[in-house]
């Protein structure tokens, strides 16, 4: 193949893909318009605070774990990586939707939706919302990078001008025109294959979606339940949720403290819940457990420990504790 028939046929190829630039360009460029245009959703400790919704890929992100306990256990860290992924996705989306350097915008794709992938794959009520995003964004940038852009942009544009960098191969990789890669084949097979066998494993990983007993993490509220202690005076214990709705917290409206057979020693009802007081709730993240109008809020990754008085009952008869949901799901747990 000459090069003017490589030459044609990339066009096309960079053609062919104009409607998947310009959708994606916009799906990280409306991640800026809806977080400061529309609204603003960078100020910490106000409802929709991006920072929240970051706290809530916590329990069961897939090998990133360890970046996101440290940024929102260091609220300041937070706010200026929100900051600063929003400014370069506004970036990534606008050069994408302008057809500007979009292999290297490609690559910004790539890494985005491999880190939306990892963090929150296992998110989505329904149909596997967050990981759909992550593995289409994961093809949708190794594509772009394939083809680059063509007509209707303007790294066409700045091609079709001749200018002298343009002929540089560092423009060949970074902005548009015929990748050089000595076997292209090769690559994407070998990049297909990959990405294709991230898919099956995350799937499976998430959800059990290849083999066994599909699950989703999504559905149900799931608290863990640790480190109780007590003296004389309060019990403490430490509560984690790892599971459920993200969009809206789980709301305890019992907490019951058992003897040996079951019977109640004391019992916080809704009411009291409402009212639990701020000074006896630790919280450990950006999520935070806060009572609400009817009940004990526990928003999705939230981790805190709380402090139940217990002078008026005998300390030495406690065998268990037991959390209620608004929904019926009961969790228990011995004291050692």
Known sequence: MNNKTTHQSNNMAGLFTL?????????????????????????????????????????????????????????????????????????????????????????????????ILLGSGWIGTTCLDEWQIGVL???????????GSSYYSLDQYLLDKNLSFTKRKWFSYFGSGVLPIANTKRFVLIGSLLIFGLTLFTNQYFHGGVWGKLHNKSVK??????NISFNHSYLSFQIFRTEGVDVYGSFLIGIQLLDKDGNVLKELNPSELSTFPKENILNHYVAKVKPGKHSLIIPLGSKA????????????????????????????AKLE
């Open 19 to 115: 409607s998947l630039r310009l959708v994606i360009g916009w799906t990280y460029f409306s991640a800026f318009w809806r977080r400061l245009i529309l609204e603003n959703k960078l100020i910490p400790d106000e409802a929709g605070y991006i920072g929240e919704k970051f706290n809530h890929f916590l329990p069961n992100a897939l090998g990133i774990k360890p970046i996101i306990e440290y940024l929102v256990t260091h609220p300041d860290a937070l706010q200026t990586s929100m900051m600063t992924f929003t400014i370069v996705e506004a970036i990534l989306g606008l050069c994408l939707i302008l057809g500007l350097f979009t292999r290297l915008m490609s690559i910004g794709v790539f890494a985005l939706a491999m880190g």
């Open 221 to 226: 509220p799931k608290i863990e339940i640790s």
């Open 137 to 147: 964004g994961i093809a949708g940038g190794f594509t772009l990078f394939l083809t």
């Open 305 to 332: 420990d709380l402090k139940v008085s217990i002078n008026d009952i005998p300390s030495d008869k406690i065998h268990s504790l037991k959390l209620i949901d608004i929904s019926g799901i009961e969790w228990t």
